[in-house]
């Protein structure tokens, strides 16, 4: 799992059926996404939680500790930011990147409620298949369109 290299875990535990990961950063500091400046002022931590490709057929959560840092720049508008994991986390998502990429082939193949079947009898279950797929199927048609 190589998406995991920046990740420290600290314990993996089976729980309703699912493998759940429980990690944290593996870094001291974190550069703001507006400025820049590294900060390792720490200003909060909570849980995020982040579905991955299935492991030997079950499903698999990532219960990962992120911590809200204080941006030292007297200058920067973004007075507090979340550090991101590279490879693992951008703002917002809820499933890592290999299991983004395996959905988003599953949705361009099979579409809505086909690709969700399969995708569960796979172990990577999805909250609102026809809404994530015609979300991925826009976003695929937008990296393809030329630009005039």
Do not use: N, W
Request: hydrophobic share 35%; glycine share 10%.
């Amino acid at each position: 799992m190589p998406h995991l290299a920046e990740v420290t875990i600290d314990q993996i535990h089976e729980a309703g059926g699912r493998i759940v990961i429980e990690a944290r950063s593996g870094r001291d500091r974190a550069a703001c996404p507006d400025c820049g400046t590294e900060s390792g002022r720490v200003h909060g931590r909570y849980r995020r939680q982040l579905g991955d490709t299935a492991l030997a057929g079950r499903p698999v959560v990532i219960r990962l500790l992120v911590r809200r840092m204080l941006c030292l720049r007297a200058g920067c508008a973004r007075a507090t930011f979340v550090e991101q994991i590279p490879g693992l986390t951008s703002p917002h998502s809820r499933y890592s990147p290999p299991l983004r990429k395996a959905l988003t082939a599953i949705g361009v193949a099979l579409a809505g409620r086909p690709g969700a079947r399969l995708a569960r009898r796979l172990g990577m279950p999805v909250a609102h298949p026809t809404r994530r797929c015609s979300r991925q199927l826009s976003r695929i048609a937008r990296r393809r369109r030329p630009r005039p």
